[in-house]
């Protein structure tokens, strides 16, 4: 059974820092592609980042592009997210995602709880 | 980057009546690399459809898709209690891989 973790999430003030973990299981974790989507309490969801399985090409949404990075370790079966410069607008929860496939190009068929980041002073 | 529109925002509907989402695109989907999912309150997102029409792993037949291009719909033959809930869609052909902004399916 495909499973998904995420931990990390903290209230962190404007400017801070935190890395957000996904520890994966129940599948071959280095073939799939990954993506962290997030959710702004009552709204709808927007993806911010994914990375391929093997390669590990990585892709950033234009709202967190130079503060976040995606990033992989195959040999501990976990995706991460560091996460810096935050905003206010960073609140969210932040869910991890399994891809359908390889590529970035696939949907994510699997789908974490969530963890909770919130920016705030 | 490529918009998606979902309409209507909301739609009220009876259990065992159909149900029509739309979603359409700013700019063409390539491949027709578009999903649909399930939100329920409280849960992560459930992957329903993909590559347009696709039923993914374990989605009862009433769920389908269609469509292709900029325009693209799902459709619920007979509603069941459990079906109310978010439904968005979500193009990943081309990054940003960008989600619509959703679909509020209530109870009439």
């Known amino acids: 059974e495909v499973q998904l973790l995420e931990s990390g999430g903290d209230l962190v003030q404007p400017e801070g820092s935190v890395r957000l973990s996904c520890a994966a299981s129940?599948?071959?974790?280095?073939?799939?592609?990954m993506s962290w989507v997030r959710q702004a309490p009552g709204k709808g969801l927007e993806w911010v980042s994914s990375?391929?399985?093997?390669?590990?090409?990585?892709y950033y949404a234009d709202s967190v592009k130079g503060r976040f990075t995606i990033s992989r370790d195959n040999s501990k079966n976990r995706l991460y997210l560091q996460m810096s410069s935050l905003r206010a607008e960073d609140t969210a929860v932040y869910y991890c995602?399994?891809?359908?496939?390889?590529?970035?190009?696939?949907?994510?068929?699997?789908w974490g709880q969530g963890t909770l980041v919130t920016v705030s002073s | 980057e490529i918009v998606l529109t979902q309409s209507p925002g909301t739609l009220s509907l009876s259990p065992g009546e159909r149900a029509t989402l739309s979603c359409r695109a700013s700019?063409?989907?390539?491949?027709?690399?578009l999903a649909w999912y399930q939100q329920r309150p409280g849960q992560a997102p459930r992957l329903l459809i993909h590559?347009?029409?696709g039923r993914a792993t374990g989605v009862p037949d009433r769920f389908s898709g269609g469509g292709s291009g900029t325009d693209f719909t799902l459709t619920i033959s007979r509603l069941e209690p459990e079906d109310f809930a978010v439904y968005f869609c979500?193009?990943?052909?081309?990054?940003?891989?960008?989600f619509g902004q959703g679909t509020k399916l209530e109870i009439k």
């Open positions: 590559h347009a029409s």
């Open positions: 990375i391929s399985g093997i390669g590990g090409n990585t």
């Open positions: 979500q193009q990943y052909g081309t990054s940003p891989y960008t």
């Open positions: 995602a399994k891809h359908l496939v390889l590529v970035t190009a696939s949907p994510g068929d699997h």
């Open positions: 129940g599948f071959t974790f280095s073939i799939y592609a």
């Open positions: 700019h063409s989907v390539s491949s027709s690399h």
